[in-house]
């Protein structure tokens, strides 16, 4: 027998609701670069022709767990975002700014194209 999600969450407690809440958002806010590429509505062709470079080397940055800031801003830039690295602490965030001047691995692909 199919449930009605609003009479489920009347029989939640004020906390139990927030707890479901604050799941379901970090769910949402926790993807990885090819969900994220995909929810933009880019292929991986798409991308690579605004970073300039083929098609392969987005597949490969799309796998990788770690590589260079500049790198992964680069990437989120071409899908028209900007990176913002933060620190996240019990008493609050705070935005680490060494990181917003790092050179562009890119740039040099991207003039050569034009």
Known sequence: MAHNWRDIRRKLSPEQEEET???VK????????NQLREARSLTQANLARVLGVNQGSVSKM???TDMYV???RSFIQAMGGQLQIRAVFPEGEVEIEQFKNVADPFAESKQDAA
């Open 21 to 23: 809440r604050q799941y």
């Open 26 to 33: 970090s769910v949402v806010e926790a993807v990885s670069l």
């Open 62 to 64: 799309e796998k990788r």
């Open 70 to 72: 500049s790198t992964l």
